[in-house]
């Protein structure tokens, strides 16, 4: 957008027409048109960061249709157009520029999105798929494990018939050599008939009867042999058909075929499995690298460059950072980091970059360019390496075709675009902004701290926080007054004199902004000022900002008297954002505590002062951290002092030196709860949630639902009726339930399902699928927890994951890990006597320390040589040249490791935990550590380090773009 508008100078305060051009968020003035029709270069290049409407007063005269821009560096401008319609054109142009981050990146999730979800459904066919394919290949095996024995049926029958066929064979070659023998005895018995008859045919009354009876007889018994051998022949003949009739060789071939189409159907479902692994790995990795993925609202380039000083022959070094067209360079990559809003310089590169000689007075720098900038200058700077100059080059050359964009935008949208869950159902299908603000909030209006009337109902009235004489700087008329202030909730009220305070409360009771008379601003943050005006200066001053965006200037009477305004009004603006968020929660701690009938104690209620307060704090300085606050208290008691400084050095605070005396009761508290052994006490080791569930508790025909305040520790859940009552009382839980199975209840969303050692199962609700899945992982650290220290004999995991993937039902997959047989927890005679000496070493050189031997034995197990090691370096002693020691530490290792390959060799030993593709987790730990190794870096410095595996890298940014140290291998941890 372009045209005429008034606009202030920010040297000399006067309105002047100028024509403007508007490219994304940079505003180039011009004298006039004419100017930007030939091609001058702008008077005035403006980088901007936040519009705001302006009610146009100045000290001499009132502008109509008047806004205000803010440019990157703080600087604002003070404009007006000649329209309404206008300056909603201009406002609505600027507000449409400044979200082009949030659109890009809106693009960027839908695309990621709309590939997630095609990797997704392509798992799922393939899953589908491979299902079907394992289906037919059941049905094919069992077809042919049939086949199979419809064969070999056929065969031990064929075997039996051919058995018989000989059986027979043999009997009818008998009775035919039986028919040939009765033959030979039939002919021989005739032919003696005959010669009977040849003697006596003279005297026929002479022949014998017997031979004619012997030769008939044997005549008859050869036809019945006969009939026998015709028999058997026929048998014979049948036995043969029925052999005929078997075709084995048709059934051989039906079941070979029936072999060839299940191996295609299994090389089907491999094919098909395997595409669906892949498709799954897809899924993980683009999950897994979302936050690590480019994107096109990161900078184009980042990096240390000289620079030429424009008034001095010298270079200085400086952080520089490209955002599309816009180049910012900074004191060094800390500050960029931290006051990205404050830049030390800015400008708009316009085209490739030049070759410069990079002389400077007498000296030459070497891989020196020059960059052009819309400006109408040339920035001189050097590179480090060669081959930074090309990476610049390529970086200026993209960043010459993009539109400008602010760093800060930029950074926000990116922080948004990387917490964004993309597996939640997309809410637009679209090119629209993810980030859109809705139609009543503009872009740069703060959140509104009001509440809805319904829940205006349920707050408690407010009372004062702080009041008290104030000299102020006016709201129209810029000179310093006395005034007596008083702050009400998260309003501040101006009275004249602390009389008419008096009266006016008289009057109308308790101060309200709808009904009072007098002047009155909501609270939004109050800063340190440093007191400078025109003419004076003013001790002890501060600043107040307000939700309409106005600055009241202030000076207190003493430094003591700042301070108590200062925290009173932070107090007051805290305690008001704790309550707007806790409305309307159903997982708000606070609000159960109110609902509680049990009796505050004093350490009750310094606990929740102290986590009111690191909620708040965290909502100020990094949301990202107020779901930690419940779990820091319980891992830092004891040491509350220890966690406000380290949040006092992270963040340059002031929380440990304010809040001395919270931390010193919370301390005294603590020392006396030592000797209360029931009570609930944690460690950085052992697994620990706390938080509202709703239990269903199963009744006779129902189930009802009673919310509960759970608090895991270890494999354990315990119950309480509030939080109150598991800070005033929490060794008398109303339940204590010890589970071995942890997982996500298939039938709804938001249920996980609890198994007790008996088999029973209990069901809870929770909020949602992210606090459900938080539950079950803190579980499942609990029970690997336990099964480590071996509180249980029989333990069974089962996780079930939203994207797992399950061959033969389609719904997960489900990891087991089982012990079968309990450990032994038998120990050496050397492991007792190397604990003994361990105790008396303590109680020589360290006797607070006796509590942690045991856990320093189980640490390290199998490597005692590492532990005399750590204790001689610490204490300086010399236990690794004690001969005894020595041979323990051997002893102890050779038994350590016949008592691992024992539990290996055992069938239901416990197994390592595997990730879902087979193999071992891989470890990974990120943040700033301050570090010191000599001679590299001699003092400690603030690195950001990287712990991945067994590998240690330190880096000056979380960039990750320059390694100072490392990669190092890990060898060994010591305190």
């Given at each position: 957008m372009k045209g005429l508008m008034w606009k202030r100078g920010y040297t000399f305060p006067t309105m002047k027409r100028v024509f403007c051009v508007l490219e994304g968020s940079m505003l180039s003035v011009y004298g006039s048109e004419n100017e930007f029709d030939r091609g001058h270069t702008p008077q005035k290049v403006v980088e901007i960061t936040q519009v705001q409407l302006w009610d146009g007063r100045s000290t001499f005269k009132h502008y109509d249709h008047g806004f205000i821009l803010v440019a990157l560096g703080g600087k604002s401008y003070q404009c007006s157009v000649d329209s309404s319609l206008l300056q909603k054109e201009w406002i609505h142009a600027i507000q449409s520029s400044l979200e082009e981050p949030y659109r890009i990146v809106a693009d960027e999730i839908i695309d990621a999105q709309r590939d997630l979800n095609s990797e997704v459904k392509?798992?799922?066919?393939?899953?589908?798929?491979a299902a079907e394919a394992v289906q037919r290949a059941e049905v094919a095996s069992r077809a042919i494990r049939g086949g199979e024995e419809h064969i070999q049926?056929?065969?031990?029958?064929?075997?039996?018939?051919?058995?018989?066929?000989?059986?027979?064979?043999?009997?009818?070659?008998?009775?035919?050599?039986?028919?040939?023998?009765t033959l030979e005895k039939s002919k021989a018995a005739k032919q003696a008939a005959h010669d009977d008859i040849l003697r006596n045919a003279v005297q026929p009354g002479q022949m014998s009867e017997t031979f004619k009876k012997d030769a008939a007889k044997l005549s008859a018994l050869y036809e019945?042999?006969?009939n026998v051998v015709s028999t058997l022949q026929k048998a014979i003949h049948d036995i043969h058909a029925d052999m005929a009739e078997l075709s084995i060789a048709d059934a051989v071939a039906d079941v070979a075929a029936m072999k060839t189409n299940a191996e295609q159907t299994i090389q089907q479902a491999t094919g098909a499995i395997h595409s669906a692994q892949t498709a799954k790995v897809k899924v993980k990795l683009r999950l897994a690298s979302w936050t690590s993925s480019h994107s096109h609202v990161d900078s184009l380039a980042q990096g240390y460059l000289r620079v030429k000083n424009t008034l001095r022959p010298k270079m200085h070094r400086k952080y520089f950072v490209l955002f599309g067209k816009t180049l910012c360079w900074y004191k060094n990559a800390d500050d960029y980091f931290q006051n990205i809003r404050s830049p030390l310089g800015v400008v708009h590169v316009a085209g490739p970059i030049k070759d410069w000689t990079g002389k400077v007075g007498l000296t030459t720098y070497p891989n020196a360019f020059s960059i052009p900038t819309v400006e109408g200058k040339e920035l001189h700077v050097s590179a480090s390496v060669a081959n930074e100059v090309s990476t610049w080059s390529v970086a200026i050359l993209t960043g010459a075709t993009m539109i400008p964009m602010s760093p800060e935008r930029a950074r926000d949208a990116k922080v948004r675009r990387d917490s964004f869950d993309l597996t939640s159902p997309p809410a637009h299908t679209h090119r629209m902004s993810f980030f859109t603000p809705t139609s009543d909030r503009l872009l740069d209006a703060p959140f509104s701290a009001k509440k809805d009337k319904g829940d205006e109902s349920s707050d408690k009235p407010d009372i004062v926080v702080v009041e008290g004489s104030l000299v102020k700087q006016g709201h129209f008329v810029p000179t310093m007054k006395r005034k007596y202030c008083v702050v009400v909730g998260v309003h501040i009220y101006f009275f004249d004199s602390h009389e008419q305070y008096v009266a006016l409360k008289a009057e109308n009771g308790a101060l309200s902004p709808d009904t009072t008379t007098v002047s009155c601003s909501e609270l939004l943050r109050v800063n340190d000022w440093d007191g400078s005006l025109l003419l004076m200066t003013y001790p002890h001053a501060f600043q107040i900002d307000t939700l309409h965006h106005a600055h009241i200037l202030c000076s207190a009477a003493s430094a003591k008297e700042k301070e108590r305004?200062?925290?009173?009004?932070?107090?007051?603006?805290?305690?008001?954002?704790?309550?707007?968020?806790?409305?309307?929660?159903?997982?708000?701690?606070?609000?159960?505590?109110?609902?509680?009938?049990?009796?505050?104690?004093?350490?009750?209620?310094?606990?929740?002062?102290?986590?009111?307060?690191?909620?708040?704090?965290?909502?100020?300085?990094?949301?990202?951290?107020?779901?930690?606050?419940?779990?820091?208290?319980?891992?830092?008691?004891?040491?509350?002092?220890?966690?406000?400084?380290?949040?006092?050095?992270?963040?340059?605070?002031?929380?440990?030196?304010?809040?001395?005396?919270?931390?010193a009761k919370l301390t005294k508290y603590h020392a006396a709860k030592l000797a209360d052994n029931s009570a609930i006490e944690t460690d950085g080791l052992l697994p620990h949630l706390e938080g509202i569930?709703?239990?269903?508790?199963?009744?006779?025909?129902?189930?009802?639902?009673?919310?509960?305040?759970?608090?895991?520790?270890?494999?354990?859940?315990?119950?309480?009726?509030?939080?109150?009552?598991?800070?005033?009382?929490?060794?008398?839980?109303?339940?204590?339930?010890?589970?071995?199975?942890?997982?996500?209840?298939?039938?709804?969303?938001?249920?996980?399902?609890?198994?007790?050692?008996?088999g029973v199962q209990r069901v809870y609700d929770a909020a949602s699928t992210v606090q459900r899945d938080h539950w079950i992982r803190t579980m499942h650290l609990g029970?690997?927890?336990?099964?480590?220290?071996?509180?249980?004999?029989?333990?069974?995991?089962?996780?079930?994951?939203?994207?797992?993937?399950?061959?033969?039902?389609g719904s997960s997959t489900t990891l087991h890990e089982i012990l079968d047989i309990p450990f032994s927890d038998e120990c050496s005679p050397e492991s007792a006597e190397f604990k003994q000496l361990m105790v008396a070493y303590y109680e020589e050189h360290n006797p607070d320390g006796l509590a942690s031997v045991e856990a320093l034995l189980m640490h390290f197990r199998g490597k005692e040589h590492l532990l005399l090691a750590s204790l001689d370096k610490m204490y300086g002693t010399t236990l690794v040249a004690n001969d005894h020691m020595t041979k323990l530490c051997t002893a102890m290792s050779a038994y350590s490791s016949d008592t691992a390959l024992r539990t290996a060799a055992a069938p239901g030993s416990w197994r390592h935990s595997l990730s879902c593709d087979g193999s071992l987790p891989h470890h990974k730990k990120a943040g700033f550590v301050m570090i010191k190794c000599s001679p590299t870096m001699p003092q400690l410095k603030k690195c950001y380090c990287v712990v991945e595996g067994a590998s240690l890298t330190c880096y000056a940014g979380v960039d990750m773009a320059h390694v100072l140290l490392g990669p190092w291998q890990i060898d060994n941890v010591s305190m």
């Open positions: 392509e798992e799922r066919d393939m899953a589908s798929i049926l056929l065969r031990e029958k064929q075997a039996g018939l051919a058995q018989k066929a000989r059986d027979t064979t043999d009997e009818m070659h008998d009775a035919e050599r039986k028919a040939a023998d019945v042999e006969m305004w200062m925290k009173g009004i932070r107090t007051a603006i805290g305690h008001h954002v704790a309550s707007a968020r806790a409305v309307g929660s159903l997982d708000s701690f606070h609000h159960v505590a109110d609902e509680s009938k049990v009796p505050l104690t004093d350490q009750a209620r310094a606990v929740l002062e102290f986590e009111t307060i690191l909620a708040d704090y965290f909502h100020q300085h990094n949301s990202a951290k107020e779901e930690d606050v419940y779990v820091m208290t319980k891992l830092f008691q004891g040491r509350e002092g220890e966690l406000l400084k380290h949040l006092d050095d992270m963040y340059i605070t002031s929380l440990a030196k304010d809040h001395a005396s919270l931390v569930l709703t239990y269903d508790v199963p009744a006779l025909l129902t189930t009802s639902k009673v919310r509960v305040y759970a608090v895991v520790l270890g494999n354990k859940l315990l119950h309480f009726s509030t939080r109150i009552a598991a800070l005033t009382e929490p060794d008398h839980p109303t339940d204590t339930i010890v589970f071995v199975a942890a997982q996500a209840s298939p039938d709804a969303a938001l249920k996980l399902e609890i198994v007790d050692p008996q029970l690997e927890y336990a099964r480590a220290h071996r509180q249980r004999a029989t333990l069974k995991v089962s996780e079930r994951s939203l994207t797992a993937l399950s061959i033969c039902c």
